[in-house]
C-alpha cells in the first residue's frame, strides 16, 4: 500500500507503534531453514524453487533461527529430535511463530504408532497453523503462510482491545 | 543370483574349524548357519579363502522368537556370488564386531545391538546409534508399538525415554553398549591440547613446526547440525578442529528414526509402500519396488510386460528427480546458488509427469506386488516426450553452470579419494562405487523389471573424488533418459496388474530382492511366517553405509570441504535412519 497515494502531501499518518511492527511483521516472514523429513522437499526446498517462488510474499529462508521469525517444523519429530525444536524454538527472537507442516508434525502421522515417535510437534512447542497433507503441496505451505498473516493480523486487534480495557 | 558351490563352501568353513549347517533356502540362496561364538571366524574365512566374500551386503537382525538370527550377507565381486550366514545369538548375548574384518559393518552394527538389546565387543565406537538412552530395544517381538486407543486419544501425555531413565538414576552419561568384560577399546576421541601431530595435510596448506614460540594450539569441537543448512537433513556431525582443519569427525544420526521396520511388521504388504516411500523419500519409486519384487518372489507371481515397462519408466523418471535434488544443492554446498534454481525448473516438470501417472507428487505407493496401481494416463505421453526434449538441452546448460565453473573444479578435483578397496570395505554401491572404477550397476549385473530389454551404458570414472562422484551422476541422468525415450517408444499393450488377491498371503520364506535406486544397492529383506503381514522387513539403505564412508574421509581435511565431501556422498537422512 502506497501511503503517499492515499493521503494528501505534507500529511502526518498517525500509527500506533505496535499496529506498525505488526504490518512490517506481516510482510516479512523469515523461515528458518530447517527441514527434518520429506516434507522440507516440499515446504522448503520447492516453496524456494522458481515455480512456488515465496520470495514474493516477503518469505524467504534464513539459516539462524538468531534470524528467523517462523519454524516451520517440516517432517516427523522423534524423542531424539525434539529437544532439539525446543532449544531451536527458544533461540530464536520474539514474536516467533510455528507451522506444523503435514500429518507427521501435527499428529505423528503415518509413524505415530512407533514409540519413538512424539504424536505431533504441539506436544514440544506451540504451534500457530497446521498445514495437513503427506506431504503439503507447496500451495498448501503457501495457503499456511497466508492464514498465518491474517493471524498475526488479528492479533494486532487483540492487543488494541486489551490495551483500552487495561487504560480503563 | 549366481550361488557358490556349497561343497567348496563347507570344506573351507570346516577347515577352519567352525561346524556349519548349510541349506538352500528358496528366494534367498546358500545359507550357512553357525553359532554364535564361530560367526566372526566364518565371517573371516569366508572373506580370506578362494571364495573372496569381501563385500558385507548387509548385517541385521532377525527376532526369531528363540533368539535373535544376525544375518551377514556378502559378496564376492570377483566371483559375481552371494552367500548369508546366520548366526543364533541369546537374547542377552554378546555381539563380536567384524569391523576390522569389514569396516562396513561400524554402523549397522551398533544399530543391530541397540534395535535387539544385545551388548557389541570390539567395536571403537559402542555407543547407541539412532535411539537415546532409555529407548527400549524396539525391534524385539515384546515390545509393543501404540495401540490405536493409545494413537486416537492424542491427550495421552509420553514422556521422553532419556528422561525417564535419567530420573530413575539409571544411566548417569551416554551409555555405551559394551559387553561387561570388553577389553578397552582404543580411544581416536580427542586429542589433550598440545599433543597434536598433524597428519598429512592438503595440498596449499603450510603450518609452522609445532612448538614455535612455544605456542600449542587447542582443538575446538564443533557440533554441525542437526539443524544446519547444508548437511542434507537431520545429520549432526561433531567435529573436532584445529583451527580451520578437521581433526576428528563423527556422524552422529538417529534424528529421523521412526520405526518404518518395526511398523511394517504390523501392515500388509500393499501398505507397507506408504512406509517405504517416506523412507527413501526422494526417490519411492525404487524403494516400493524393492518391496513388490521381493513379495513376488515369495508369491511366485510375474508382473506383466507392460508393468515391468511403467515400473522402468517412472523409476528412470524418478531417478532423474532425485539426482537433481542432488545435483543443486551441491552446487549450494560449493557456493553456488544458480544450479539449485536452474535444475528445480527441471524437477517441477519431472513431479508433474509423476504426479500426472501415480496421483502424487512425492509419496506414490504406486508399485504393488504384482504390477502397477494403475494404468499409464493418455496426458503423461505429451508432457514426458515434452520433458525429454526439453531436458536434453537443460541437461547441457547445468552441465556448464556447475561442472564448468572453475571454483567448483578447483575445490573438488581431489578432494574426498575414495581407492576401490575402500569403496568396497566401506560397502559403498551405486554412483559412489563407479565413481572409483567398480563396474557394478543392478540392473545391469541383477536385471529386473524390463532393465534387460534396455539399451544404455554404466558411466563409470576410475578417479573416486568429489568431481567424479558429480560427473558419474551427471551421466547417469542423461542414460536414464535415454531408456524413459526407449520405454516410451515401446511402451506394450496389455495389463498392468498381474492377478493377485486383495490380501497378500506369502507362503512362509526369505527373500532378498534389490533395486539399483539413484544412492546404490537398495535391498528389501522379508520373512514371511504365512500370514498377512512379514514377520520381519529390513531394508537395506545405500546411504547409511555412503554416510558412515564419508565419515572417515573428514580428518584431515578443512572444514569447508567437509560440507562438500558429505554433499557429495548423496546421503538422505530418511534412508538412513529409517
Known amino acids: 500500500m502506497a501511503l503517499d497515494r492515499l493521503t494528501g502531501e505534507h500529511s502526518a499518518v498517525f500509527i500506533r507503534s505496535e499496529q506498525l511492527f505488526d504490518v512490517a511483521r506481516r510482510k516479512s516472514l523469515w523461515y528458518m531453514a530447517f527441514g527434518i523429513a520429506c516434507?522440507?522437499?516440499?515446504?522448503?526446498?520447492?516453496?524456494?524453487?522458481?515455480?512456488?517462488?515465496?520470495?514474493?510474499?516477503?518469505?524467504?529462508?534464513?539459516?539462524?533461527?538468531?534470524?528467523?521469525?517462523?519454524?516451520?517444523?517440516?517432517?516427523?519429530?522423534?524423542?531424539?529430535?525434539?529437544?532439539?525444536?525446543?532449544?531451536?524454538?527458544?533461540?530464536m527472537p520474539e514474536p516467533k511463530y510455528v507451522i506444523a507442516m503435514g500429518a507427521c508434525a501435527c499428529t505423528g502421522g503415518p509413524f505415530r504408532e512407533y514409540p519413538n515417535v512424539v504424536?505431533?510437534?504441539?506436544?514440544?512447542?506451540p504451534v500457530d497453523v497446521y498445514i495437513p497433507g503427506c506431504p503439503p503441496r507447496p500451495e498448501s505451505v503457501q495457503y499456511g503462510f497466508i492464514q498465518l498473516m491474517s493471524k498475526i493480523q488479528a492479533q494486532t486487534g487483540e492487543r488494541l482491545a486489551s490495551a483500552r480495557s487495561d487504560s480503563r | 543370483m549366481p550361488q557358490p558351490d556349497l561343497t567348496v563352501?563347507?570344506?573351507?568353513?570346516?577347515?577352519?574349524?567352525?561346524?556349519?549347517?548349510?541349506?538352500?533356502?528358496?528366494?534367498?540362496?546358500?545359507?550357512?548357519?553357525?553359532?554364535?561364538?564361530s560367526a566372526r571366524a566364518a565371517v573371516a574365512t569366508l572373506r580370506d579363502s578362494d571364495l573372496a566374500f569381501d563385500f558385507l551386503i548387509d548385517l541385521f537382525g532377525i527376532d526369531t522368537g528363540e533368539a535373535i538370527d544376525v544375518v551377514y550377507h556378502l559378496r564376492s565381486f570377483s566371483r559375481d556370488e552371494e552367500i548369508v550366514v546366520k548366526a543364533?545369538?541369546?537374547?542377552?548375548?554378546?555381539?563380536?564386531?567384524?569391523?576390522?574384518?569389514?569396516?562396513?559393518?561400524?554402523?549397522?552394527?551398533?544399530?543391530?545391538?541397540?534395535?535387539?538389546?544385545?551388548?557389541?565387543?570390539?567395536?571403537?565406537?559402542?555407543?547407541?546409534?539412532?535411539?537415546?538412552?532409555?529407548?527400549a530395544p524396539y525391534l524385539r517381538k515384546f515390545v509393543e508399538i501404540r495401540s490405536d486407543e493409545e494413537v486416537r486419544d492424542r491427550s495421552t501425555q509420553h514422556v521422553n525415554p532419556k528422561r525417564l531413565a535419567r530420573a530413575a538414576g539409571s544411566i548417569a552419561a551416554e551409555e555405551p553398549m559394551v559387553a561387561p568384560d570388553a577389553p578397552s577399546a582404543t580411544q581416536d576421541g580427542i586429542v589433550a591440547p598440545g599433543t597434536f601431530q598433524p597428519t598429512l595435510?592438503?595440498?596449499?596448506?603450510?603450518?609452522?613446526?609445532?612448538?614455535?614460540?612455544?605456542?600449542?594450539?587447542?582443538?575446538?569441537?564443533?557440533?554441525?547440525?542437526?539443524?544446519?543448512?547444508?548437511?542434507?537433513?537431520?545429520?549432526?556431525?561433531?567435529?573436532?578442529?584445529?583451527?580451520?582443519?578437521?581433526?576428528?569427525?563423527?556422524?552422529?544420526?538417529?534424528y529421523l528414526h521412526r520405526g518404518i521396520e518395526k511398523l511394517a511388521e504390523s501392515r500388509r504388504y500393499h501398505t507397507i509402500g506408504t512406509l517405504l516411500d517416506r523412507g527413501d523419500y526422494l526417490a519411492g519409486i525404487h524403494s516400493e519396488l524393492a518391496l513388490a519384487l521381493a513379495t513376488e518372489k515369495l508369491l511366485e507371481v510375474e508382473s506383466p510386460r507392460r508393468a515391468n515397462y511403467l515400473r522402468v519408466m517412472l523409476g528412470e523418471l524418478n531417478r532423474i528427480a532425485s539426482h537433481i535434488t542432488w545435483y543443486g544443492p551441491a552446487g549450494l554446498d560449493a557456493g553456488a546458488m544458480g544450479p539449485f534454481l536452474y535444475t528445480f525448473r527441471d524437477r517441477e516438470l519431472l513431479l508433474d509427469i509423476l504426479e500426472d501417472v501415480t496421483g502424487a507428487r512425492m509419496m506414490f505407493n504406486y508399485v504393488r506386488p504384482g504390477g502397477v496401481l494403475r494404468d499409464f494416463t493418455t496426458t503423461a505421453e505429451a508432457k514426458i516426450r515434452h520433458f525429454l526434449d526439453v531436458f536434453a538441452v537443460h541437461i547441457e546448460e547445468n552441465d556448464e553452470i556447475l561442472m564448468g565453473n572453475e571454483i567448483f573444479q578447483a575445490r573438488t578435483q581431489g578432494l574426498g579419494v575414495f581407492s576401490r578397496e575402500a569403496a568396497l570395505g566401506f560397502g559403498l554401491t551405486g554412483a559412489n562405487l563407479r565413481a572409483s572404477g567398480v563396474s557394478w550397476d543392478i540392473r545391469r549385473d541383477r536385471p529386473y523389471a524390463a532393465y534387460n530389454e534396455m539399451d544404455f551404458d554404466i558411466p563409470l570414472s576410475e578417479v573416486g573424488d568429489v568431481y567424479a562422484r558429480t560427473a558419474v551422476r551427471l551421466d547417469e541422468m542423461r542414460q536414464a533418459a535415454r531408456i524413459v525415450r526407449q520405454c516410451i517408444d515401446g511402451l506394450p499393450e496389455g495389463e498392468f496388474t498381474a492377478k493377485v488377491p486383495k490380501v497378500l498371503r506369502p507362503p512362509v520364506g526369505e527373500a532378498y530382492a534389490a533395486v539399483e535406486s539413484p544412492r546404490g544397492e537398495l535391498g528389501v529383506h522379508i520373512v514371511s511366517d504365512g500370514s498377512d503381514t512379514p514377520y520381519r522387513m529390513r531394508y537395506r539403505p545405500p546411504a547409511l553405509y555412503a554416510l558412515q564412508a564419508g565419515e572417515t574421509l573428514l580428518p584431515g581435511g578443512l572444514i569447508a570441504d567437509a560440507v562438500v565431501l558429505m554433499g557429495s556422498m548423496d546421503v538422505v537422512l530418511g534412508e538412513i535412519d529409517r
Open chain 1, 39 to 91: 516434507c522440507a522437499i516440499e515446504g522448503l526446498m520447492h516453496a524456494s524453487g522458481p515455480r512456488y517462488d515465496f520470495d514474493r510474499l516477503g518469505v524467504f529462508f534464513r539459516a539462524s533461527p538468531r534470524q528467523s521469525d517462523v519454524m516451520i517444523v517440516a517432517g516427523t519429530v522423534n524423542w531424539k529430535m525434539a529437544e532439539t525444536v525446543k532449544r531451536l524454538y527458544d533461540e
Open chain 1, 119 to 125: 504424536m505431533g510437534v504441539d506436544k514440544v512447542v
Open chain 2, 9 to 37: 563352501v563347507r570344506s573351507a568353513l570346516e577347515r577352519a574349524g567352525v561346524a556349519v549347517s548349510i541349506e538352500e533356502v528358496a528366494c534367498l540362496g546358500v545359507v550357512c548357519r553357525v553359532s554364535a561364538d
Open chain 2, 88 to 135: 543364533a545369538h541369546d537374547y542377552d548375548g554378546v555381539l563380536a564386531s567384524i569391523w576390522d574384518l569389514l569396516p562396513a559393518a561400524l554402523m549397522p552394527e551398533r544399530e543391530l545391538c541397540e534395535l535387539f538389546g544385545l551388548s557389541l565387543l570390539g567395536h571403537p565406537n559402542p555407543k547407541r546409534l539412532l535411539t537415546t538412552d532409555g529407548c
Open chain 2, 201 to 254: 595435510l592438503p595440498a596449499g596448506l603450510r603450518r609452522a613446526p609445532a612448538g614455535v614460540d612455544q605456542v600449542t594450539t587447542e582443538h575446538l569441537v564443533l557440533s554441525m547440525g542437526p539443524q544446519h543448512p547444508s548437511t542434507h537433513g537431520v545429520l549432526r556431525l561433531n567435529l573436532e578442529i584445529d583451527g580451520e582443519e578437521v581433526v576428528g569427525a563423527e556422524a552422529i544420526i538417529g
